[in-house]
C-alpha cells in the first residue's frame, strides 16, 4: 500500500467509475435513439486467430442488418503524460485495427466486414488524442476507420448541484452514418441515474482493489446484513453469486466477473480489520456497520497516516542505536589508549 498515495487511489476509485458510467451512458444513448443497433456489454468479446486470445472492448455496437459494427473504448482517465498516453493508445489500435477476427457472440461467429475503433475521451484530454491518432495514421494509414467522442461532466445552470453526464462527436467517422448524426448532436444524462444505474453494474474489467472493498461493504454486505442481522458470516463463493445475479445486469449473458478480484478484496478487509478470518476454510466474520464512500476514504487515509509513523518509528530507532554504538566504541577507544 505505501508505493501507492492516497490521490492515486482515489484518481483509481473515480476512474473506474467513470469508466462504468460512461459505459452506462452510451447504453442509454443507443437504446434512446436506435432501434437497428444492439448494444454489447463488456462481457462480450472479439474471436482472433487461433493463437490470440479474444478481446473484451469497453462495449460494442452491431447492426446485424447491415453487418457493420463499433468496437469502444472509454478512456474516463486518459492521462496527460504523453509517453504514457502513446502506450495505451498503440496497444489499443493494435489490438483492435490488427487482431479482430469477428465478432464472437453466443448465437454464432461470422466476419466482420466494415467496423470502426471508436475512442471516447475527457474533453481536457480530446485534442492530444485526436493530434496523436492523426500522426499515427499519417505514419501508417489505418486498416479500419476511427472516431473519437468526447464527453464531459456539468453542472446544471439553476445552482441545484445537480451533475450532467454528455457525450458529443468529435471527429473522424464511422460506418454508421445515423450514429455520427445523432452523437454530432450530443446526449446528456442525470449522473444521479448513472449512480443508480451502475449499483447494478459494478464491475467491467480489473478494479482497484479500495473499489472492490467499498462496494462489497455498501451492496453486498448491507444485503447479507439484512438477511442474516448486523453479524454475520460470509464465504467467497455466496459474494460471487451475489454479484453475478444480482450486481452484473449489463445486458449480456456472459461476466467478466473474477473470483480473484473477491479473494484480494477479502484478505485486505482482513488487513483492515474490517472482517475476522474464520478458521474453517473460506469462511469470513462480518460485524456489519453503515459505511459510505466518505468513510471508506477516510478510512484509507488513516491507514496511510498509521503505516508512515511505523515506517518512520523504525527509522528513528536505528539512527538512536548507531549514534549510541559510535559513542560506545569512542568510549572503548578511549579507554584502551589510557
Known amino acids: 500500500m505505501t508505493s501507492r498515495s492516497l490521490s492515486d487511489i482515489q484518481y483509481e476509485i473515480e476512474r ?14 443507443i437504446n434512446d435513439k436506435f432501434k437497428n443497433l444492439k448494444f454489447y456489454p463488456p462481457e462480450e468479446s472479439f474471436y482472433t ?46 489490438r483492435y485495427l490488427n487482431l479482430i477476427k469477428g465478432w464472437s457472440l453466443d448465437e454464432s461467429k461470422f466476419a466482420l466486414i466494415q467496423y470502426t475503433l471508436l475512442f471516447i475521451a475527457h474533453v481536457d484530454n480530446i485534442d492530444k488524442l485526436r493530434a496523436y491518432l492523426i500522426k499515427k495514421n ?69 478494479p482497484p482493489v479500495e473499489y472492490t472493498i467499498m462496494n462489497l461493504w455498501i451492496f453486498i454486505f448491507s444485503y447479507f446484513a439484512v438477511k442474516r442481522g448486523q453479524e454475520f458470516k460470509i464465504s467467497t463463493d455466496e459474494i460471487n453469486k451475489l454479484i453475478k445475479k444480482q450486481f452484473m445486469r449489463w445486458g449480456g449473458k456472459k461476466t467478466l466477473l473474477r473470483r480473484s478480484w473477491i479473494v484480494d478484496a477479502l484478505k485486505k478487509m482482513v488487513d483492515y480489520k474490517l472482517i475476522n478470518k474464520e478458521e474453517e476454510k473460506d469462511s469470513y466474520n462480518v460485524k456489519y456497520e453503515k459505511r459510505n464512500k466518505k468513510d471508506f476514504l477516510d478510512m484509507i487515509k488513516e491507514k496511510f497516516e498509521k503505516e508512515s509513523e511505523e515506517i518512520k518509528e523504525p527509522e528513528f530507532k536505528r539512527k538512536k ?18
Open 138 to 206: 499519417n505514419e501508417s494509414q489505418f486498416k479500419k476507420k476511427v472516431s473519437v467522442w468526447e464527453y464531459q461532466i456539468h453542472s446544471d445552470q439553476y445552482g441545484k448541484g445537480l451533475r450532467f453526464f454528455r457525450i458529443r462527436f468529435y471527429c473522424g467517422e464511422s460506418n454508421i452514418k445515423e450514429l455520427d448524426n445523432e452523437a454530432n448532436i450530443g446526449y446528456s444524462v442525470l449522473g444521479n441515474e448513472l449512480d443508480r444505474e451502475r449499483g447494478t453494474c459494478l464491475f467491467t474489467t480489473d
Open 49 to 94: 486467430d487461433y493463437q490470440v486470445e479474444p478481446v473484451a472492448p469497453d462495449f460494442s455496437l452491431l447492426d446485424k442488418k447491415q453487418t457493420l459494427g463499433v468496437v469502444c473504448e472509454v478512456k474516463a482517465g486518459l492521462p496527460q503524460n504523453e509517453q504514457y498516453l502513446k502506450n495505451v493508445i498503440d496497444e489499443k489500435l493494435n
Open 16 to 29: 473506474y467509475e467513470g469508466t462504468i458510467n460512461l459505459i452506462l451512458l452510451c447504453r442509454f444513448f
Open 321 to 338: 542505536e548507531v549514534e549510541v554504538k559510535k559513542k560506545q566504541l569512542k568510549l572503548n577507544s578511549n579507554y584502551q589508549e589510557k
